[in-house]
């Protein structure tokens, strides 16, 4: 456990994203206006039937659509009561570094993305494009890597304690936004 | 640029001159009577105003790989949150520029190959030697005609070419400097010009090779040859060549058949040289890619490696040297640190390297080299065989030591569960790392991080040995250029659409799940009836995989250049081909002039021939040249999630209508015309979305509608099958009622109107106003 970046060599310089903790997400949740969920091609993630409901509970429980990449959206498109979206990343990054951007509800960019499951090197590369180039937006990395060109990323740790403790978040985001 | 001076007639009274054209110094004799469009020997800002108009739509999209600069004293500058550099750079031009010196090494790279190949030919066979690609082919160099604006006749003519590129490299490179070009955009034009230039260099290294040595010209028949790690003859001397000058691996061959022993002395290569090799000689063999380099090595099979130039492991000597290899530098690229023995006796460098008291040698003349590695594999091949004792139990033991730290994997580029892979060996489940082998770029990244040192790759050798000795493939020897008589058949139907799309895999070994992955896109498209073409080593890990009938894609289906077929170019240099066959479309199907016309022919490939490149493993920086050369002329390419390290891609937005307009040519006015191509350069994450992505690239504004017709139906079974759903996107490339399928025109037409869809005009579109020929 450490926030060193997950792959070694992946020292972007200076700026560094601040650790985030599973347990205090939640009540930054309650100051994210717009926020963006976005689902990277990791089959570990779309594959955990689990993991996927997990994060489709996080998203309606944030009144947040969901962007899949397109290669795992089959295992997303069953769910109904949440957006769910077909992009490739790389091209709704494009989108969304643009402020003016409409978003998907014509109502505007959002204000918050929050990366899970993405292929990490691919990911990591996308976080630094946000970070360069969409001061207007906070990215948030909820993988079991810590992603330093995110703005706040969890650290590394293990597959087990990642599932417990992401597990863990959604129901506290969950009960906290039925209460 | 070069001065031309035309002489009609002058009539004196030493002699009659009629016809005479002077080019710096160099005598042109000029029978090509084609009008010279407006950029021959473009120079920098001659095509600025194209890229400009490409990057107003195709906008550059910048992922720094790192936030600081350090290229000068001033450095390291900090450029994240809008800072600037001491020199007063932000971290957008900053990026143009790495991306520019990235396309500049690359070009570098193919332009020194070129240079030291003509060079070669132009020793053994003379300035004069013809130009001939065969019977069939006319169009012998679209490339060089249509930036250069000359028709080259002979080996010399290549000459003048090669120092056009070089002084455009230099001037390019000048441009990086601290001081100089500040726009990002102006990087990126730049970029796009050296990207030109590299691909000129291509033709130039290609067409010069297979007129002046014995390579197949055009042949859709070309031989297959042998491929893989399991088909070398380890009862025989072998000699692996590794790199991309095929000069000193002719020699070998050259030197065997001479002395009439070819067959009894085995000679292999990989990456580029390979292809080339087998081009040359059927009887050499491919072991594959660049990806197995430090495998191959390492088992101690090559008595001798001879290393030209490019893609090279810098450590490949040390490993060469651990297993009694011993080693031969040909070009002055690669010196190595070696002593220089091109000027010795032949016989006192045999004896060095036997004895080994110089284990490797560097000798700048590829006849000699070829001949000293002969006769040194024939000495040393007996007794080092049999000193080789197996690593095995080495290894095996090694694996014990692992600690379960996890640094491996946390060091691997393409992050695979190495460590838990090695782990598991403990056990002596030996499985996972056979399994791993399959996706391993064979790196070794992950060794150089163990701090318990276990050679992590040797592991992975000695668990999927079983497979390697099974790896034994065929691939059609690659052919070179496209025959004109091909174009002439596929040409209209490639620009009315018909044929859905020329689908173009190429680059490096870089893949994020090994090469299967690449199999099945290839073989997706050839079934669908597309053009597929592949070079380089893409083209060697196509080949690496049979189906359930023991054949590989090469034995499964043609090598024409016509719908449902694959065909290999060849090496890197042979990606000249796929390029120029988008050119030659436009001229021998179109009529368009090509001579000095660049802006004219991208224009017209941009807007009307459905060609998309694949670079699934891109990992070089010649593959980032050869791609930006592609982007000037208008063809888009994919690249897998690796390819996101480039840093950098030109990416469309098809959601604002006003980038998407194009004039139509019969009245003048500019039109919508849908967001086709959608992307010059983009970065896929998975598979999936390369297949699908392709599918929607090759729609182009000059689509009939049969033609999109076809192309539609591609991208929505594609899309369907492989993501589940109809395109979101399905009404941006809708025109009218008669593009859609018609098996499913009812259903999509109910889909449309939910959309909002509107029918739009097809007109007959440029992106060049001078184009027009009528206003209304
Ligand atoms: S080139 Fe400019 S940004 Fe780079 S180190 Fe020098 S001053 Fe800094
Ligand atoms: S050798 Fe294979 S496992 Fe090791 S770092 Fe390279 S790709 Fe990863
Ligand atoms: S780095 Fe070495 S010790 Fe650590 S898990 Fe990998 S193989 Fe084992």
Redesign the interface.
């Known amino acids: 456990m450490s926030a060193t970046p997950w792959q070694i060599g992946d020292v972007p310089g200076p700026k560094q994203a601040h650790i985030l903790r599973p347990e205090v997400f939640p009540k930054i949740v309650k100051t994210l206006k717009r926020p963006l969920i976005v689902v990277g091609s990791r089959k570990e993630v779309s594959e955990d039937k689990d993991i996927a409901n997990n994060i489709v509970i996080m998203a309606k429980s944030m009144n947040s659509p969901l962007v899949v990449s397109p290669s795992i959206f089959k295992s997303f498109m069953k769910f109904k009561d949440v957006k769910v979206v077909c992009m490739g990343i790389e091209d709704l990054v494009n989108h969304l570094k643009e402020k003016e951007w409409k978003g998907f509800d014509d109502k505007g960019n959002y204000d918050s993305i929050l990366f899970v499951g993405g292929v990490y090197y691919f990911q990591s590369q996308m976080l630094s494009t946000l970070k360069h180039f969409a001061p207007h937006l906070k990215t948030f990395s909820m993988d079991r890597f810590y992603h330093p060109n995110a703005e706040f990323s969890f650290e590394n740790m293990s597959e087990v304690r990642w599932v417990q403790e992401f597990k863990g978040m959604i129901e506290m985001i969950k009960s906290s936004s039925v209460s | 640029m070069t001065t031309k001076l035309s002489i009609k007639e002058l009539e004196s009274s030493f002699a009659k001159i009629k016809g005479l054209e002077l080019l710096i110094g160099k005598i042109v004799e000029e029978e090509w009577d084609e009008i010279v469009g407006p950029t021959p020997y473009p120079s920098i800002t001659d095509l600025r105003a194209w890229d400009h108009r490409l990057l107003q739509r195709y ?1 550059p ?8 600069c350090c290229l000068c004293t001033f450095g390291k500058c ?5 800072k600037k550099g001491s020199c007063g750079i932000d ?2 031009s900053q990026q143009g520029k790495i991306v520019l010196i990235a396309c500049l090494m690359g070009a570098a790279c193919h332009a020194t190959h070129a240079r030291h190949i003509v060079n070669y030919l132009i020793e053994k066979k003379g300035r004069d030697y013809p130009i001939h690609l065969g019977e069939e082919i006319e169009l012998e160099a679209p490339l060089i005609r249509l930036v250069a604006g000359i028709k080259p006749k002979k080996l010399g003519d290549l000459e003048e070419v090669l120092d056009y590129i070089e002084r455009q490299i230099t001037h390019l490179l000048s441009a990086t400097a601290t001081g100089q070009e500040e726009s990002y955009i102006d990087f990126e034009s730049k970029a796009l010009h050296a990207g030109m230039v590299d691909n000129v260099a291509l033709e130039v290294a290609d067409i010069a090779q297979i007129s002046a040595l014995r390579f197949p010209k055009g042949d859709p028949d070309a031989p297959l040859v042998d491929l893989g790690m399991g088909v070398i003859d380890k009862t025989k001397p072998v000699i692996l060549c590794v790199g991309h000058n095929v000069a000193p691996g002719s020699e070998i061959i050259n030197y065997l058949e001479q002395s009439g022993i070819y067959g009894s002395v085995e000679v292999a290569g990989i990456c580029c040289t390979a292809h080339d090799l087998t081009r040359y000689s059927t009887g050499a063999k491919i072991v594959g890619p660049l990806s197995r380099q430090l495998i191959f090595v390492r088992s101690g099979v090559a008595d001798v490696i001879i290393l030209d130039q490019e893609c090279i492991r810098t450590d490949i000597i040390d490993e060469a040297k651990k297993v009694g290899t011993r080693v031969i530098t040909t070009i002055d690229q690669v010196c190595a640190g070696l002593p220089d023995m091109t000027k010795s006796p032949i016989e006192s460098i045999i004896k060095e390297l036997v004895s080994g008291s110089f284990p490797a040698v560097l000798i700048h003349d590829p006849a000699k080299a070829g001949e000293v590695a002969v006769k040194v594999a024939l000495e040393i091949a007996p007794s080092r065989r049999a000193k080789i004792i197996s690593d095995e139990q080495e290894v095996l033991d090694a694996v014990l030591r692992c600690k379960d730290c996890g ?1 491996c994997r ?6 695979l569960s190495i460590d838990e892979a090695v782990y598991a060996s403990h056990e002596k489940n030996f499985g996972l790392l056979a399994q791993i082998y399959d996706q391993c770029l064979l790196c070794g990244r992950c060794e150089s ?1 163990c701090p318990e040192h276990i050679p992590i790759v040797s592991a992975i050798r000695v668990a999927a040995m079983e497979k390697i000795r099974n790896e034994k493939y065929k691939v059609r020897s690659g052919r070179g250029p496209i025959k004109d008589t091909e174009i002439r058949k596929v040409g209209r139907p490639i620009v009315m659409g018909e044929i859905p799309g020329v689908i173009a895999f190429v680059g490096c070994a870089n893949y ?1 799940n090994g090469n299967k992955e690449l199999v099945e896109m290839a073989d997706e498209f050839a079934k669908r009836r597309y053009i597929v073409v592949a070079s380089g080593c893409a083209a060697m890990d196509i080949a690496r995989y049979k189906d359930e009938d023991g054949q590989t894609l090469y034995e499964k289906y043609a090598g024409d250049f016509d719908a449902g077929c694959i065909l290999n170019t060849g090496s890197c240099v042979s990606n000249a081909h796929i390029i120029g066959a988008a050119v030659k479309i436009a001229n021998i199907f179109a009529k368009r002039r090509l001579r000095g016309n660049f802006e004219e022919i991208a224009d017209y490939i941009l807007n009307r021939i459905g060609a998309v490149a694949i670079a699934w493993g891109a990992q070089h920086q010649k593959a980032a040249s050869i791609a930006t050369g592609a982007n000037r002329l208008g063809i888009p390419v994919i690249l897998g ?2 390819g ?2 480039y ?1 950098r ?1 030109y ?1 469309g ?1 098809a ?1 604002k209508k006003e980038n998407w307009t194009v004039y139509n040519v019969r009245t003048g006015k500019e039109v919508y015309a849908g967001p086709a191509p959608e ?1 010059l350069l ?8 390369a297949i ?2 392709a599918a929607r690239l090759v729609m182009r504004p000059n689509d009939t509608s049969k033609g999109r017709m076809i192309k539609l139906s591609h991208y929505i079974d594609l899309h369907q099958k ?4 109809i395109p ?1 996107d399905l009404h941006l490339f809708v025109r009218t009622e008669a593009d859609l399928p018609l098996t499913m025109k009812d259903q999509l037409l109910k889909v449309l109107k939910k959309r909002g869809w509107e029918p739009m005009e097809l007109p007959d579109p440029t992106l060049l106003e001078r184009q027009i020929i009528r206003r209304e």
């Open positions: 906008e999209f910048y992922s720094p790989f790192c936030d600081m900090d450029l994240t949150k809008g971290i957008r640094r946390r060091n691997c580029p393409i992050d991080e994020p999630p690796q996101v390290k840093r891609a990416l937005r959601d992307h983009y970065v896929t994450e998975s598979k999936e979305e699908v992505t492989l993501y589940g759903i979101e």
